[in-house]
């Protein structure tokens, strides 16, 4: 049953920071966790991957 307090249609997007696991070519826990919760929140919202750009000292989509 779905919370009625809970509306898809009214989230907005979620800007997640995934730039360790943008730049490490490792498989570790922290890389998996990461996609496994973009997946997951992609499902339910707009997530929006974002990494961190130092030349820009910006984020970058």
């Not at 360790?20 to 997530?47: D, H, M, P, W, Y």
């Amino acid at each position: 049953m779905q919370n009625p307090k809970f509306n898809k249609n009214k989230i907005g997007k979620l800007f997640i920071d995934v730039t360790q696991s943008c730049r490490s070519s490792n498989n570790s826990g922290i890389q998996v966790v990461t996609r496994n919760l973009f997946r997951e929140i992609n499902s339910k919202c707009k997530a929006v991957p974002m990494i961190w750009d130092d030349r820009l000292c910006s984020y970058s989509l």
